[in-house]
C-alpha cells in the first residue's frame, strides 16, 4: 500500500531503483555555472545529508541504483538553435558541457562501481535514454526520484515514468527547486498526482520492510 506520507508504505526491493537526478557539481557545487544559491539553500536544508542515508540504505539493500547526468556535446547539438529559456542559458553559459568538471556528480554523492550512470540531453531522464531498458532487464516496477530540479527533470521524469507503466515515488526532501515556493507547488498538483510523495524516511523504513514512526 502507499499514501503520501509513506505511512505503511513497503517496497519491494527486488522491483525498486533508486534514481538520482542531476546531482552534477554545475548544478549543486558552489561555482557551478548554473548553481546561484542552490549549494546554500542544499546546505541550509539538510538535503545532501538525507540523499547520503537513503544511497546508503539502498545500496545496503542490494538495490538497483541509476545516476542520470545531464550533458552537451561542445557547440550544443541536441539543442540545436532553439531559443526557448532553458537552452538558452545552457548555451549562454557554455554550461553541462560533455568531459568537464562540472558534469560530475557532486563528491558527497558519487557513484560506485556497482552503480549504473546514465548521460541525458533533455529535462527528462527517459528521454533519448536507456534508462527504460536498463529497468525492465531488472524488473524494475518501482522508480524512487531524488534530485534537482523539482520543476524541470523531476517533474519531466515522473511524467514520462507514469506514462510508460512505472510507480513513481519522489522522496520530497531529497529535491529541491530554485525556490521553495515552486518546489512545493510542484510537489503539491503534479508529483503528487503521477505519483506517490514520501520522505527520506519513509523511504528508508520502505526498503527495509519497516514502517516509518
Not at 34 to 54: C, F, H, K, W, Y
Not at 141 to 152: E, P, S
Amino acid at each position: 500500500m502507499a499514501r503520501e506520507n509513506g505511512s505503511g508504505l513497503v517496497l519491494d526491493p527486488l522491483k525498486t531503483a533508486l534514481v538520482l537526478v542531476h546531482w552534477q557539481k554545475e548544478i549543486a557545487a558552489p561555482g557551478g555555472r548554473n548553481s546561484e544559491d542552490m549549494p546554500a539553500r542544499l546546505l541550509a536544508m539538510g538535503i545532501i545529508d538525507r540523499t547520503q542515508a537513503v544511497l546508503s540504505a539502498t545500496r545496503k539493500n542490494g538495490m538497483l541504483v541509476v545516476y542520470v547526468n545531464g550533458v552537451h556535446r561542445p557547440g550544443y547539438p541536441e539543442l540545436a538553435a532553439r531559443t526557448v529559456p532553458l537552452a538558452k542559458m545552457l548555451m549562454e553559459r557554455g554550461s553541462m558541457l560533455l568531459g568537464t568538471p562540472g558534469v560530475e556528480v557532486i563528491d558527497q554523492l558519487k557513484p560506485v562501481d556497482s552503480d549504473i550512470v546514465i548521460e541525458n540531453h533533455s529535462s527528462s531522464c527517459f528521454c533519448s535514454t536507456c534508462l527504460d531498458l536498463v529497468l525492465r532487464a531488472r524488473g524494475i516496477t518501482n522508480i524512487v526520484l531524488t534530485g534537482i530540479a523539482t520543476h524541470v527533470a523531476i517533474e519531466s521524469t515522473a511524467r514520462d515514468g507514469f506514462n510508460m507503466g512505472y510507480t513513481v515515488y519522489t522522496i520530497e526532501d531529497c529535491c529541491t527547486s530554485t525556490s521553495q515556493e515552486i518546489h512545493d507547488w510542484t510537489i503539491k498538483n503534479v508529483l503528487s498526482f503521477f505519483g506517490f510523495v514520501i520522505d527520506a524516511e519513509s523511504y528508508i523504513a520502505a526498503i527495509d520492510g519497516r514502517t516509518a514512526q
